[in-house]
């Protein structure tokens, strides 16, 4: 079981928002930037959003990250079929120190 | 550009040690503003952090609690390069590995991957 909590699954329709939560503890969420990451089939994973909400160069308007005490999110906004992937949440862990992911939700695009 | 090139077998037995290394171009096993560490995916585990090095004056390994010392990262400073030995393998360490570049410019995420190296655990 992973020490972040996300949903399995989530979906939407092309153009529609869709959202996807990541619950952690004090020890992780609460305390330490919180980072995305996108995985394509046959592909390495790719850096999303860090610092709970920065998209680094490159990454798409239509990803954004939101961090309140020990939840976050990301939402992809004007839902496109190249979307559809598996998103990891992960941040540092002071109580085991390391790093710790949540355990994926997959996008699906109807 | 940073590259991260992954090398290393694809199938290891049981009981024996998966040993992998991570050519780094474009960036110092040795850099001050870096770590460099190794995560592995599977279907029942999802993202799983295996362990970082790092030199900040001197050098530094992390691992996971989860390794139960059975893991050792060591940089390799005279070929650039770090890799990953994960002893006494079952066939629950079949993954896909994956070295990755630790960065203070984006707060301690990973910004450079390698390719990944799928590796089996069987006899």
């Known amino acids: 079981q992973s020490v972040l909590t996300q949903p399995p699954s989530a979906s939407g329709t092309p153009g529609q928002r869709v959202t996807i939560s990541c619950s952690g503890s004090s020890s992780n969420v609460g305390s330490n930037t919180l980072n995305w990451y996108q995985l394509l089939p046959g592909t390495a994973p790719k850096l999303l959003i860090h610092s709970d909400n920065q998209r680094p160069s490159g990454v798409p308007e239509r990803f954004s990250g939101s961090k309140s005490g020990t939840s976050a999110s990301l939402a992809i906004s004007g839902l496109q079929s190249e979307d559809e992937a598996d998103y990891y949440c992960a941040a540092w862990d002071d109580s085991l120190y390391g790093r710790v992911f949540g355990g994926g939700t997959k996008v699906t695009v109807l | 550009q940073v590259q991260l090139q992954q090398s290393g077998p694809g199938l290891v037995k049981p009981s024996q040690t998966l040993s992998l290394t991570c050519a780094i171009s474009?960036?110092?096993?040795?850099?001050?503003?870096?770590?460099w560490n190794w995560i592995r995916q599977s279907p029942s585990r999802g993202l799983e952090w295996l362990g970082r090095?790092?030199?900040?004056?001197?050098?530094?390994?992390d691992y996971a609690v989860s390794g139960k010392g059975r893991i050792i990262i060591n940089p390799d400073t005279s070929k650039n390069q770090f890799s990953l030995q994960l002893r006494s393998v079952t066939p629950e360490d079949t993954a896909i590995y994956y070295c990755?570049?630790?960065?203070?410019?984006?707060?301690?995420?990973?910004?450079?991957w390698g390719q990944g190296t799928l590796v089996t655990v069987s006899s």
């Open positions: 474009g960036d110092s096993v040795s850099s001050n503003n870096a770590a």
């Open positions: 090095t790092y030199y900040r004056s001197r050098w530094h390994n």
């Open positions: 990755a570049r630790e960065t203070v410019a984006v707060a301690g995420a990973y910004d450079n």
